[in-house]
């Protein structure tokens, strides 16, 4: 059964880090582009980050540039997403997302992990 489980969530201080995985199982885990995306309360889904299947290219979003990094490990079948530089507009639910990097329609969720940034 194909799965994505996150963990790392928590409350973190105004400028603070924390760092997010998400583990793979039940697909070929290489050939899926992974991203990270999050949900804010009241607000829509927000695509945060992209890692492409071979590790060899990333996008953000303008919001957390320069402050998350997005990684994988193929052989441990995992992604995470090193989060630094934190403020209470990053606090939501983060979702790990695979979708097959050229079967764009199979894609896969995790169920998120929480995450407050809050003095």
């Known amino acids: 059964q194909e799965q994505l489980v996150e963990s790392g969530g928590g409350l973190v201080q105004p400028g603070g880090s924390l760092r997010l995985s998400c583990a793979a199982s039940?697909?070929?885990?290489?050939?899926?582009?992974m991203s990270w995306y999050r949900r804010a309360p009241g607000k829509e889904r927000e695509l945060v980050a992209t890692i492409a299947s071979a590790g060899n290219s990333s996008n953000y979003a303008d919001s957390v540039k320069g402050r998350f990094t997005i990684s994988r490990d193929n052989a441990k079948n995992t992604v995470a997403l090193q989060m630094n530089s934190l403020n209470s507009e990053d606090t939501a639910v983060y979702y790990c997302h695979g979708r097959h990097f050229v079967h764009f329609s199979v894609e896969y969720w995790g169920r998120g992990t929480q995450v407050t940034v809050s003095s």
């Open positions: 039940g697909f070929v885990f290489s050939v899926y582009d």
